[in-house]
């Protein structure tokens, strides 16, 4: 028997993807749909209340409260939904990203890796 050609390579390996996992955010999802709408969250929430919302799941497991109240699913599977809407929100609607991007700082010390060489030893501090 032969077998059939299959160009995967340079491909995600989904099968490393943990099921368990999947099968709780699946339900959150579930959940989700039933309260909100199927997909609602494609309609627009701004990137930061996702992230937001992500965060305070994530604070209350860290705090060793393992469910949800209103959903009774696992905090965590709730931060992970919250964590791809997000991915996907910043992909397909860019000008959703709300998020607070800092302008890079410029110091005002000398950059010492352009002063010096590779193999000079530092200046001595200054005082």
């Known amino acids: 028997m032969t077998e059939g050609t299959k160009y995967d ?8 993807l943990p099921r368990h996992s999947l099968e709780q955010v699946a339900e959150v999802l579930a959940f989700g749909a039933q309260r909100y709408g199927a ?17 305070r799941h994530i604070f209350k497991a860290n705090e060793g409260e393992d469910t949800d109240p209103d959903s009774g699913l696992p905090h965590l599977a709730h931060a992970i939904c919250d964590l791809m809407f997000a991915l996907n ?19 005002k010390l000398p950059d010492l890796y352009k002063i010096m060489s590779p193999h000079s030893p530092l200046p001595p501090p200054s005082l």
């Not at 701004?46 to 937001?52: D, F, G, T």
């Not at 929100?89 to 110091?107: A, L, Q």
Request: charged fraction near 35%; proline fraction near 11%.
């Open 9 to 16: 390579g340079g491909k995600p390996p989904m099968g490393l």
């Open 39 to 55: 997909h609602n969250w494609r309609k627009g929430i701004e990137v930061q209340r996702q992230i937001n919302a992500s965060l």
């Open 89 to 107: 929100t910043i992909h397909d609607r860019p000008e959703m990203d709300d998020r607070y991007k800092p302008e890079p700082r410029k110091s």
